[in-house]
């Protein structure tokens, strides 16, 4: 069975400074990965995903993210802090292609505070 | 650009009341998902459909009914409404992706008290 884990419930950062959200998982099979970003009253929005190939993956508003097999993990990174990132951002993991299953695990979420 | 659209927003029940939740997608999208969301829990999966007339069982079916009789729609049904269900609920969908390699897209959800 896969699992996510999200280290740490809250990040608080100042505008400017670098955002790192952590992300580990569990999974049998190589796996797809996934953040998403929720704005309040909002629903998810996919911010980047690795699936193959580059490990270093790029998204949307500065985002990246690098898949690390050895450590299992798939921190989002962003190099200067806009206010504008405040948010819950979610790490999903899916079984990939030899997995045979459609079906997304969340990580429980991590609230992003961008103080000015 | 509708995307995938919920409704209603917000509703308040009463315990023991039933409703369903209706979730639309015009992308002709495969997949759709219910999922619902609790403070610092995360997603859990409610109910799942790879294409009409085909659901399954997610994580957290309890409760909860799902029909799928055409591509676009994907209702969720509770019946005998318990202060348990308060939650925001979510509707998803993507392409069919071997191996999960599609992205969800995301309605705005809707907001459940039952009281």
């Known amino acids: 069975a896969q699992s996510v884990t999200q280290l740490g419930s809250h990040v608080s950062v100042s505008e400017g400074a670098l955002v790192l959200l952590r992300c580990n998982y569990s999974?049998?099979?190589?796996?797809?990965l996934f953040w998403y970003v929720q704005y309040p009253n909002q629903g998810l929005q996919l911010l980047l995903k690795?699936?193959?190939?580059?490990?270093l993956v790029k998204g949307i508003n500065g985002f990246e993210a690098e898949f690390k097999k050895s450590e299992t993990s798939f921190h989002l990174t962003k190099p200067s802090a806009h206010m504008s990132d405040a948010a819950e951002y979610f790490c999903a993991v899916s079984p990939g292609i030899q997995g045979g299953s459609e079906k997304l695990v969340f990580g429980k979420g991590t609230k992003l505070t961008v103080n000015p | 650009n509708a995307g995938v659209t919920q409704t209603p927003k917000f509703r308040i029940l009463k315990i023991g009341q039933s409703m369903t939740l209706q979730c639309t997608q015009d992308?002709?999208?495969?997949?759709m998902y219910w999922y619902r969301q609790d403070p610092g829990m995360g997603l859990k999966l409610i109910y799942y459909s790879v294409g009409a007339g085909i659901t399954d069982k997610g994580e957290v079916p309890n409760g909860y009914n799902v029909s799928r009789s055409t591509t676009e729609d994907f209702p969720l049904r509770l019946e005998l409404a318990a202060p348990s269900q308060t939650s925001v609920y979510f509707c998803?969908?993507?392409?069919f992706g071997t191996g999960g390699n599609q992205p969800q897209h995301f309605g705005d959800g809707t907001r459940l008290s039952i009281l």
């Open positions: 690795y699936t193959t190939g580059a490990t």
């Open positions: 992308m002709n999208h495969n997949y």
């Open positions: 998803a969908s993507s392409y």
């Open positions: 999974s049998s099979v190589p796996p797809y």
